[in-house]
C-alpha cells in the first residue's frame, strides 16, 4: 500500500460524503415544486400555488363587487406573490446548493477516485517490471555481466516506472487534502437551506 494511513482514512470517507452528497441532491430535488433548470419566471407558470392564485382571481372577477370576490381578488393576489417568491427560492437553491452537491457527488470525487485507480495500475506496472528485474538479476547468477544490456533496460524501465508512481501519488494526495478541507464550504450548504426553506414557506403557511 503506497498511501498514508491519513489517505486510506479520507480515501474511506470520499464515499461517504458521495453518498450523502448524491441523497441530499436527490431528495432536495423531490422538494422543488417547480420544473428544475429554469428560471425564476417559467418556474413560476408551472407552480400549483400560481394555478392556485389564477383560480382565485378569476372567481373573483364573477363575483365582482361581492364581499366574497373581494376577498378572492386580495387574496389570490397574495398567492400570486407567494408564487413568485417560492419560484425565486427554488431558483436561488438550486444554483446555491442543489447543483454544487451534484458537483461533488457525480464530478470532484469520481476524479479522485479515478486518480485512486490509475495509481492502483501504476503500482501494478512498477511491481511487474521490479519483478522482471529481479529475475534477471538472479538469471545472470554470478556472471552478472553476462546480461549487463537488459538488466539495465530494466532498471530504467523500473525507475521511471517508480517516479510515475511517486507523482500520481502525489497529485493524488494534494487533490485529496484540498478537498477533505472543504467540508466547512460543504456544511454551509446545508446551513443555508435551514436558514432558507422556511422564508417562502413559512409565509405561505401564514397566509393560507
Not at 46 to 59: D, G, S, V, W
Not at 126 to 145: E, I, M
Request: charged share 30%; hydrophobic share 35%.
Amino acid at each position: 500500500e503506497v498511501l498514508s494511513e491519513d489517505l486510506l482514512q479520507i480515501e474511506r470517507r470520499l464515499d461517504t460524503v458521495r453518498s450523502m452528497c448524491h441523497h441530499s441532491h436527490k431528495r432536495l430535488m423531490a422538494c422543488f415544486q417547480g420544473q428544475h433548470g429554469t428560471d425564476a419566471e417559467r418556474r413560476h407558470k408551472k407552480l400549483p400555488l400560481t394555478a392556485l392564485a389564477q383560480n382565485m382571481q378569476e372567481a373573483s372577477t364573477q363575483l365582482e363587487d361581492s364581499l366574497l370576490g373581494k376577498m378572492l381578488e386580495t387574496c389570490g393576489d397574495a398567492e400570486h406573490q407567494l408564487a413568485l417568491e417560492l419560484s425565486q427560492h427554488e431558483v436561488l437553491i438550486e444554483k446555491e446548493i442543489v447543483d454544487p452537491l451534484y458537483g461533488i457527488a457525480e464530478v470532484e470525487i469520481p476524479n479522485i477516485q479515478k486518480q485512486r485507480k490509475q495509481l492502483a495500475k501504476l503500482v501494478l506496472d512498477w511491481d511487474s517490471v521490479r519483478a522482471r528485474w529481479n529475475q534477471a538479476h538472479k538469471s545472470s547468477g554470478t556472471n552478472f555481466q553476462g546480461l549487463p544490456s537488459k538488466i539495465d533496460t530494466l532498471k530504467e524501465e523500473m525507475d521511471e516506472a517508480g517516479n510515475k508512481v511517486e507523482q500520481c501519488k502525489d497529485q493524488l494526495a494534494a487533490d485529496m487534502y484540498n478537498f477533505m478541507a472543504k467540508e466547512g464550504e460543504f456544511g454551509k450548504f446545508f446551513v443555508t437551506i435551514s436558514g432558507q426553506k422556511s422564508q417562502p414557506l413559512g409565509r405561505l403557511w401564514k397566509s393560507t
